[in-house]
T-cell receptor, first 114, second 118 residues
Framework: DTAVSQTPKYLVTQMGNDKSIKCEQN?????MYWYKQDSKKFLKIMFS???????INETVPNRFSPKSPDKAHLNLHINSLELGDSAVYFC?????????????FGPGTRLTVT | AQTVTQSQPEMSVQEAETVTLSCTYD???????LFWYKQPPSRQMILVIR??????QNATENRFSVNFQKAAKSFSLKISDSQLGDTAMYFC???????????????FGDGTTLTVKP
């Protein structure tokens, strides 16, 4: 059983389009995250939700809007895509209520904007 | 704010030998967690080992062990008997304890690409 899943795994789209990436975790975790990994492999946090509540919002363009319909899902919607948005986006989750912040990562979504 | 620094962008090691990846961090917290994650070419991020800051004993997981120097804020990863499957990018990360209002946020280093040569 997949613990953290993302769809799609690959996404190729043109500049100016709007796209969404979905993430689901079946671990019963309270906290979910979105990370961006750029072409140099640098991994930066974008957002974090705890029980559907936004708790971390790094300096990310407001074209990026996370949505958490329930604590098992955290979707990422991107408006007006730009070339610089090309990257691998990782979803992750962690059990907030225990003293353990190991994060479980999804397989990543490679977004290519042309 | 927490920062994590990995000063070795790339390293290589011969199969069966030992290699150490360095990581330093900076935090004002007294309790926190430190992690090493592995990202092989398949792209999947996998936890390798974790260390709780209040534990003085260095964590060990099979061939992987850490040298945790709290005063020096150093957290290096030692891989013994390196195997070809260890070829990957390795990320050092730190996180706040749950008592902190920003609990749940991890800070990642920029990664070290390790190549194990046959």
């Amino acid at each position: 059983d997949t613990a953290v899943s993302q769809t799609p795994k690959y996404l190729v789209t043109q500049m100016g389009n709007d796209k969404s990436i979905k993430c689901e975790q079946n671990l019963g975790h309270d906290t979910m995250y979105w990370y961006k990994q750029d072409s140099k492999k640098f991994l930066k946090i974008m957002f974090s939700y705890n029980n559907k509540e936004l708790i971390i919002n790094e300096t990310v363009p407001n074209r990026f809007s996370p949505k958490s319909p329930d604590k098992a899902h955290l979707n990422l919607h991107i408006n007006s895509l730009e070339l610089g948005d090309s990257a691998v986006y990782f979803c992750a989750s962690s059990p907030r209520q225990v003293l353990d912040y190991e994060q479980y990562f999804g397989p990543g979504t490679r977004l290519t904007v042309t | 704010a927490q920062t994590v620094t990995q000063s070795q962008p790339e390293m290589s090691v011969q199969e069966a030998e030992t290699v150490t990846l360095s990581c330093t961090y900076d935090t004002s917290e007294s309790n926190y967690y430190l992690f090493w994650y592995k990202q092989p070419p398949s792209r999947q991020m996998i936890l390798v080992i974790r260390q709780e800051a209040y534990k003085q004993q260095n964590a060990t997981e099979n061939r992987f062990s850490v040298n945790f120097q709290k005063a020096a804020k150093s957290f290096s990863l030692k891989i013994s008997d390196s195997q070809l499957g260890d070829t990957a990018m390795y990320f050092c990360a730190s996180s706040f304890s749950y008592l902190n209002t920003n609990a749940g946020k991890s800070t990642f280093g920029d990664g070290t690409t390790l190549t194990v040569k046959p």
